[in-house]
């Protein structure tokens, strides 16, 4: 939440495309855990965050250093963006 979700959800609330992403993200975070879990708690939802950046890493992937919330955006950034919105 500290390096994108502040931010990144700030900044969704101005920007319609990427408040639907977050959600479109969101939902299919839902639906991928709820088929183990009764209730996505915030450790459930860390583990899923730990679990996507690791994988991005792997494959290349950094945070980058400055964020244009307004321009398109990747789907690591998304997704880890929509773990905020559902942990808030």
Do not use: K, N
Request: with cysteine.
């Amino acid at each position: 939440m500290a390096s994108i979700g502040a931010a990144g959800l700030e900044a969704a609330a101005r920007h319609p495309g990427l408040l639907a992403a977050i959600d479109q993200h969101a939902a299919a975070i839902r639906d991928s855990l709820f088929g183990d879990l009764r209730e996505l708690t915030p450790v459930h939802l860390a583990g899923y965050a730990e679990g996507v950046h690791e994988a991005a890493v792997e494959h290349g992937w950094q945070l980058p250093e400055a964020i244009d919330w307004s321009a398109a955006h990747d789907w690591v950034l998304t997704r880890l963006l929509a773990v905020c919105a559902l942990a808030r």
